[in-house]
């Protein structure tokens, strides 16, 4: 797999798709009172259709509250679906429901689908060595045990550009840029096909993140990772992504190719999106157009009516405000949720006003 530049990376041609999901829903219950009782749910993920194909970059991306986390997590069965199902292709080819995989029958299928959390200073146990954090995988699936486990953490060390006699150390003994290459190599120690990176880079200093960002980029390209890169960044996103969904309050508004959504926005919320991108040249900031979307994120347990972005939407009309749009395809390629896609002139990266 190779990449033509850091703008137009390229989809990996192998028509192949390892994890498809379908009609996916996530509620978490609101108990109140005392006994704890049933006071409704809060609709975290509703209703997702998404496919990521083996070897690319899916971009997820969307404001804080938006479900793309809980969307990671029950890709990755950290959480149990309410409903949905999650087609994942085996190395075998066999396609899988792991959706309703429980107990024991999960291990496989963790063992190929791991997270790159957000804090790496959270993430990791102050009380283990590097040896301990890194090879508890491992050893959780019989994988490696005494000298070659040490010899296997070792290499992963080396991999993530960190000295291997730094196994016996602690956390603590390092900063927020090497614990996350602590925590990516704990991600690779069972050699995984799918990766969820849950904003991995977003709590780095500027600099560092940028070491972080070309070494999953290199990671990708040498051990053949897919990933689902989780983020409020976009220039994350545009740096190492093939595609991106944008989520709002639980659903996808629109999917395509990252310079597709980038160029030629279908949805007026990704339209807000992208013109919150800081504009590194100076001279440039005054040109181009900044777009708001009014108000606060909608209470996702008791959502609008109709088109959930309705109530924040420049464009919105009475149609939007009793008729869910449902995510179509718009053009070749590029699918949104919303009535009026084809009717708007709708500004993306490249405008100026």
């Known amino acids: 797999m190779e990449t033509d530049s850091i703008e137009q990376p390229i989809v990996p041609n192998t028509g192949e798709v ?5 009609n996916l829903t996530m509620h978490f219950a609101i108990r109140k009172g005392f006994l704890g009782r049933n006071a409704g749910v809060v609709r975290a993920v509703e209703g997702v259709d998404l496919s990521v194909r083996a070897g690319e970059a899916l971009g997820l991306v969307g404001e804080t509250g938006c479900g793309k986390t809980t969307l990671g997590r029950c890709i990755a069965r950290a959480y149990d679906p309410t409903a949905g199902e999650m087609l994942y292709r085996q190395r075998d080819g066999e396609v899988i429901d792991a959706a309703n995989l429980r107990g024991r029958s999960l291990k496989p299928y963790r063992r190929e689908v791991r997270v790159i959390f957000q804090d790496p200073y959270s993430s990791l146990n102050p009380r283990m060595t590097l040896l301990q954090i890194i090879g508890e995988p491992l050893k959780i699936h019989n994988v490696a045990s ?69 070494l999953l980029e290199d990671l990708q390209v040498e051990s053949q990772l897919t990933y689902v890169m989780i983020t409020h960044d976009l220039s994350v996103v545009d740096y190492l992504c093939h595609r991106v969904a944008v989520m709002y309050l639980g659903k996808i508004v629109e999917l395509a190719d990252t310079q597709d959504v980038y160029g030629d926005p279908q949805h007026p919320y990704t339209e807000a999106l992208l013109s919150a991108i800081p504009t590194p040249d100076p001279r440039a ?20 009516s109709g088109c959930y972005f309705h109530t924040r939407c420049a464009y919105a009309q009475d149609v939007c405000k009793s008729d869910e749009p449902p995510l179509r395809r718009i053009k070749s390629g590029h699918w949104a949720a919303c009535h009026f896609s084809e009717g708007l002139d709708l500004v993306g990266t490249n405008d100026e006003a």
Do not use: W
């Open 18 to 22: 390892l994890i498809e999901v379908r």
């Open 146 to 214: 005494g000298k070659e486990l040490e010899e296997r953490v070792a290499e992963l060390l080396r991999k993530v550009g960190l000295r291997p006699e730094y196994l016996r150390r602690y956390p603590h003994a390092f900063s927020g840029g090497e614990r996350q290459r602590i925590s990516i190599a704990r991600a690779l120690a069972l050699d995984p096909r799918l990766i969820i990176a849950d904003e991995a880079v977003s709590a780095l200093d500027v600099s560092v993140r940028a070491q972080i960002m070309t």
């Open 285 to 304: 900031r005054n040109r181009r157009l900044r777009i708001k979307s009014v108000g606060e994120l909608p209470d996702p347990s008791n959502p609008p």
